[in-house]
């Protein structure tokens, strides 16, 4: 959903996704070969994260 401004990342994270939970609340997370398995990588603030 556009709301959770769902999208890839680059540079050390360029195989991973990231979404907004809450509008400062990040949610780094990777798909495996079009399997949804969530493993999530790093959760938290966008100053905490990056």
């Given amino acids: ?3 959770y ?3 890839k990342l680059k540079g050390e994270y360029k195989d ?7 509008p400062d609340l990040l949610l780094i ?3 495996d070969k079009e399997v949804l398995i969530l493993a999530c990588i790093a ?8």
């Fill in 43 to 50: 959760i938290g603030s966008h100053s905490d994260l990056f």
């Fill in 29 to 31: 997370y990777k798909i």
């Fill in 1 to 3: 959903e556009s709301k």
């Fill in 16 to 22: 991973f996704r990231e979404c907004h939970i809450k």
């Fill in 5 to 7: 401004k769902d999208h």
